[in-house]
């Protein structure tokens, strides 16, 4: 997420830059493609749901790990997608239960979630926090200047509060329904709508982030 300040001291909302946003989406819509596209194509061949969700799981946790060697360092929310991994895939090889994989998700979905309304309870927003860390790539006069319309305007901290809420609460609310859901549907089904209900809550999310932020720039 950015933040970008104009020389009228407005910081706007925190969202990607246009650039950043369609690397995300690629970046989303491949951590999709591939546990997806792996699941299918050993279904196809043959091989059992738990084969299929097995390796699409190992291939995502690759993912995450490539990353992080890339980058060289390991973000708190990747560790948090990993540890997600590693719960799904050791909880389904000592249970047996394919659905473990699906619902493994949710693990990670609910951690995040409850760490954005935690941070707004206790008066520090994760998304003014994301947002400080990305600014200061602009230098301390950047930073400086965001931390002022935090701290002198009311409106701002409610904006970032609120954006912190709606991301929390709608990741908690998607990572239960994927749970409830891999209980009652068929696992072919939920192997393509679990991140189907993901792109439905994250999307009208980012959605209405875009919206907030275009309503900064006008207060």
Do not use: C
């Amino acid at each position: 997420m950015s933040i970008t300040a104009s020389d009228n001291s407005k910081v706007d909302l925190p969202v990607e830059s246009t650039v950043r946003q369609y690397t995300w989406v690629a970046s989303i819509a491949r951590d999709i493609a591939v546990p997806v596209g792996a699941y299918f194509v050993l279904h196809a061949l043959g091989y059992s749901d738990f084969a299929g969700l097995l390796a699409g799981t190992v291939l995502s946790a690759l993912m995450v790990i490539g990353q992080a060697i890339r980058s060289r360092r390991l973000e708190l929310m990747s560790a948090i997608i990993l540890g997600g991994f590693v719960f799904g895939l050791v909880t389904s090889l000592i249970s047996g239960d394919p659905r473990m994989m699906i619902a493994k998700d949710s693990a990670a979905t609910v951690l995040i979630g409850l760490a954005f309304l935690i941070s707004a309870m206790i008066g520090k927003p994760l998304t003014y926090l994301v947002a400080r860390k990305a600014v200061s790539a602009g230098g301390p006069a950047r930073v400086a200047e965001l931390e002022t319309a935090y701290r002198t305007d009311p409106a701002k901290r409610r904006a970032f509060t609120v954006l912190t809420v709606m991301w929390g609460a709608g990741l908690v609310f998607e990572a239960t329904i994927r749970v409830v859901l891999a209980y009652q549907l068929p696992i072919h089904t939920m192997a393509w709508l679990s991140p189907v209900l993901m792109i439905a809550v994250v999307g009208p999310l980012i959605a209405l982030s875009i919206v907030a932020r275009n309503r900064g720039r006008r207060a």
